[in-house]
């Protein structure tokens, strides 16, 4: 399955990660949960595009599964590109 998703003509992607990183000589630690952030570009953008930019999804604490991340992601990240049409434009987030 692609972490890169279509929504509007942009790319979004999932970015999902452990929320406490693993430590040298531990295995990884999946129990405190996971946080995420979403990449959104232009399609063919590069990474140091200024119509490409990462945002952190906002939450109170990690999401307990990598599921309820990725579905976090995704609501967030057509949240911003909707929002875009309304005269606030993703690329100017701060």
Not at 28 to 48: H, K, L, M, V, W
Not at 58 to 87: H, K, M, V, W
Request: net charge positive; hydrophobic share 35%.
């Amino acid at each position: 399955m692609s972490n890169i998703r279509h929504y509007r003509g942009l790319d979004i992607s999932l970015l999902v990660y452990p929320h406490r990183a693993t430590q040298a000589g531990f295995g990884r630690n999946y129990e405190e949960g996971f946080d995420a952030s979403i990449r959104i570009s232009e399609p063919d953008a590069g990474i140091d595009s200024l119509r490409s930019r990462v945002f952190r999804v906002p939450g109170t604490r990690p999401f307990s599964n990598t599921g309820d991340a990725r579905r976090a992601c995704l609501a967030y990240a057509e949240q911003l590109i909707d929002a875009d049409g309304a005269g606030r434009p993703i690329w100017g987030h701060a």
